[in-house]
């Protein structure tokens, strides 16, 4: 049985004839990458290095899956730019995107209340937040408030502007915390300790702690794609940099963390690729391909 995917009315497609099942394959038969600080370099572009690697893995049999904290919305200038067209995990594991068809499968809403109220006591515990919202459906928004966006970064995104009740106007996916003065681990951990049941805190990028639907993360998104791919965890090789990207890493067969990665990812990795910008990605792909190249 296939899993049921919320709100399209189908199911995410099951292995299918002529698939990876069928062809020969890699030793990984499923590459996942996070997308910032992993796949893109810091200038937020694919290499043509990485891109000829993932054509490669492609040529290969295996398949390549995006697992990203980014809203399904705001990854489609990055899958137009990489021709990408497979299903991709997005908004922390709550989300399935079809690429290939522009539609979104599953998409989990966040508990607006047990977030505010969450919200509410981490305000009385360490003092006043900035905070943005991506909001649900096919047309997400990036709505911040006054304050959240620091520097060059208003040049990274579209996003909409407003007051703090403004935030809450339509339902939301997430919430993104910041503090002006509290580090990203003492704000992910006062984070922690004000969620309540129902609601999850992954600390995403630098300067970035989110608020999200708890039984969601990196790893439950990818684990239903493999399946529908007919693709145990031992099939796959992940790659990703930041803690958010833990559990991905933990259900994965072979664990790769980047040289720029957070040292709570490093810790459960089964090696270290060069950074990001030094195509660690690509490296490690091209060893494993010309390796299954030689036997």
């Known amino acids: 049985m296939h899993d049921t995917v919320q709100g399209a ?31 893109l370099r810091g200038d937020a572009t694919v290499s043509s290095r990485t891109r000829a690697a993932l054509r490669r893995v492609r040529g290969a049999g295996a398949e390549h899956v995006i697992v990203t904290g980014r809203p399904a919305r705001g990854c489609l ?3 137009a730019a990489l021709g990408y067209r497979g299903l991709a995990v997005c908004g922390q594991g709550a989300q399935v995107y079809d690429a290939g068809r522009r539609a979104l499968l599953s998409a989990t809403v966040l508990d ?23 909001t649900s459906g096919e047309d997400a928004e990036f709505v911040v408030s006054d304050g959240f966006c620091r520097g060059d970064e208003r040049e990274l995104a ?8 403004g935030l809450w106007d339509r339902p939301v996916d997430k919430v993104l915390l910041r503090h ?20 999850n805190v992954v600390h995403a990028g630098p300067g970035i702690v989110e608020l999200l639907p708890a039984g969601f993360d990196k790893s439950t998104g990818l684990a239903r794609v493999a399946r529908s791919l007919g693709l145990t965890a031992e099939d796959v090789i992940a790659f990703g940099d930041m803690p958010n990207d833990i559990p ?6 072979h ?11 490093k810790a ?13 990605v690509a490296e490690v792909l091209e060893r494993i391909l010309d390796q299954g190249a030689r036997h």
């Open 77 to 79: 200038p990055l899958f």
């Open 248 to 253: 991905l890493l933990r259900w994965s067969g």
């Open 9 to 39: 009315g189908t199911a995410l497609a099951p292995a299918r004839p002529g698939g990876p099942q069928d062809r020969p394959h890699p030793r990984y038969r499923l590459v996942a990458t996070d997308l910032d600080g992993t796949l």
């Open 268 to 280: 459960v990795a089964d090696e270290i690729a060069p950074a990001n910008d030094d195509d660690g």
């Open 158 to 165: 579209p996003y909409r502007t407003v007051g703090a009740a």
């Open 112 to 134: 607006s209340a047990a977030a505010r109220a969450a919200l509410r006591r981490l305000t009385a515990r360490v003092g006043p937040l900035d905070l943005a919202v991506v």
């Open 255 to 265: 664990a790769v963390a980047m040289a720029n990665a957070h040292p709570d990812l």
């Open 180 to 199: 002006r003065t509290l580090d990203d681990g003492a704000l992910t951990e006062a984070a922690l300790r004000c969620a309540g049941p129902g609601l």
